[in-house]
């Protein structure tokens, strides 16, 4: 195990160490999340309504822009993780005595930590466009640790996804992830859609976890009436563990029987 983590932390420290010399990287990770809120907040927003959300839309938004920024980060684990393979990277570190868990969970690592520098980001945004948590600190850092739980467990997908596809698949991978976090509670309520859209809407697992938050940060908007809406806090839990329990194993053998 010590050597599993010291393996580890020296990928995940490489991966960091590439991430901070491409500043074009650096800015469109973080430019992302401010540019959707704006975007959102002010230009879409001022045309939505959502039942039970009162008249502060962002209170509503934000909740649902961290969990979309969480999940949509799945397509940048899986661009690195194509590239990785495509240029031989993956190869060098399969011939080296290096532990090849020690290397897809420093890739989850390096992931985590800029996944929490995203959302500390949009968490700032959100405070200067009005948005605020209101069921105190304890609450609003468990909320925060669902967002993270619900990213660490999609990372597992994309490094799973990454062995599998091509660097040019991957790259159109947001065409995919776009319609699924919106066909969520992400920006409207599931109850506005269609009914076959709202129930599809309201088992995705990013609802959960954005509905969750929404009931933490004591924001509104996150009430309902499906078994979903109402025991989002444990689904919450449950779908990423879910995930977590059914990808890891899955990314680690698929690493291991890597033929590229």
């Known amino acids: 195990m010590t050597h599993v983590l010291s393996d580890s932390w020296v990928i995940a420290r490489t991966n960091l160490l590439h991430w901070v010399r491409n500043p074009a990287a650096i800015l469109s990770g973080l430019l992302y999340p401010i540019v959707m809120v704006l975007l959102f907040g002010y230009v879409f927003g001022s045309a939505m309504a959502v039942a039970g959300a009162g008249d502060n839309y962002r209170e509503y938004l934000m909740p649902g822009m961290f969990g979309q920024t969480m ?8 661009i690195v993780v194509t590239t990785h393979a495509a240029k031989g ?20 690592v390096s992931d985590m930590i800029s996944s929490a520098m995203e959302l500390t980001i949009l968490i700032a945004c959100g405070l200067a466009v009005g948005w605020s948590w209101h069921n105190g600190p304890l609450k609003a850092l468990a909320a925060v640790g669902l967002l993270l739980l619900l990213r660490f467990s999609l990372i597992w997908v994309g490094i799973f996804a990454g062995l599998k596809l091509t660097p040019e698949a991957a790259g159109a991978s947001w065409m995919i992830m776009l319609p699924l976090t919106m066909v969520a509670n992400t920006f409207v309520s599931p109850a506005q859609m269609p009914g076959w859209m709202g129930l599809l809407a309201e088992w995705n697992p990013l609802s959960a976890t954005v509905a969750a938050c929404r009931q933490l940060f004591g924001n509104q908007g996150f009430a309902g009436g499906s078994w979903a809406s109402e025991h989002a806090l444990p689904l919450a839990v449950a779908w990423p563990v879910v995930i977590t329990l059914v990808f890891l194993p899955l990314s680690a053998r698929a690493y291991r029987r890597l033929s590229r």
């Open 89 to 108: 990277v993956t190869d060098r570190y399969r011939s080296m005595p290096v532990s090849q868990t020690g290397v897809v969970l420093g890739r989850a």
């Open 71 to 78: 999940a949509v980060g799945i397509t940048t684990t899986l």
